[in-house]
């Protein structure tokens, strides 16, 4: 049974950091890219970033995060990573981690729970 | 990237048809094949209904089909259920290898 579990979720200050993970399992993980897709509270869904099953291709982000978010991988641990810096309010949402399927599309076929990142003074 | 445009929200009759509308631009969704489709329920993950267009992910029903024609995507829910009453998404690749989701359709079944 595939499994994503988010956690690192939390409140935080502006300007500061976070670092989300997302261990994944029932899967072959390093064969799969995958993505962070974050919704903000009563908001629609938006994507975010997404990371090839290597770790070393297809890394790409949201003009809204790109130099602030950094997606990352440890195949060896099954985890992926977002470490989020210079925080905003507007990043107050929830975060989920996505499997995609093979192909190019936007294909999410497992999300997991998801983590609530709070950015408030 | 600006969001694709959706109805904000659809009502239909059990057992009725519907049909929620998804338009994006040439750069997006009308110049590849890569519209997916997602239904939320309140407080749960998206499920994936539809990809690459048209095709099904296993185990979601054949009510649940989609289409595209130039920039304008389709889904087309028929039979409508009382379970089909949720939020509706949908999302598609752009030309700067990213990927775009829509604003949200509610569906309402009355």
């Known amino acids: 049974e595939v499994r994503l579990l988010e956690s690192g979720g939390d409140l935080v200050q502006p300007g500061g950091s976070l670092r989300l993970s997302c261990a994944a399992s029932g899967f072959t993980f390093s064969s799969y890219d995958m993505s962070w897709v974050r919704q903000a509270p009563g908001k629609g869904l938006e994507w975010v970033s997404i990371l090839s099953g290597s770790g070393s291709s297809r890394i790409y982000y949201a003009d809204s995060v790109k130099g602030r978010f950094t997606i990352s991988r440890d195949n060896s641990k099954n985890t992926l990573y977002l470490q989020m810096n210079s925080l905003r309010a507007e990043d107050t949402a929830v975060y989920y981690c996505?499997?995609?399927?093979?192909?190019?599309?936007?294909?999410?076929?497992?999300w997991g729970q998801g983590t609530l990142v709070t950015v408030s003074s | 990237q600006s969001a694709l445009t959706q109805p904000a929200s659809v009502s239909g009759s059990p057992g009725q048809s519907i049909t929620i509308s998804c338009s994006g631009t040439s750069s997006d969704l009308g110049g590849y094949d890569y519209v997916s489709w997602y239904q939320q329920h309140p407080g749960k993950a998206p499920k994936l209904m539809i990809y690459?267009?048209?095709n099904r992910p296993s185990g979601v029903s054949n009510r649940f089909s989609g289409s595209k024609s130039g920039n304008k995507a389709s889904l087309t829910i028929s039979g409508l259920q009382a379970e089909d009453e949720a939020d509706y998404y949908c999302s598609s690749y752009t030309m700067r290898s990213t990927y775009v989701f829509g604003t949200g359709t509610t569906v309402t079944v009355l």
């Open positions: 690459e267009v048209s």
């Open positions: 996505a499997k995609r399927i093979v192909g190019g599309g936007p294909d999410f076929d497992y």
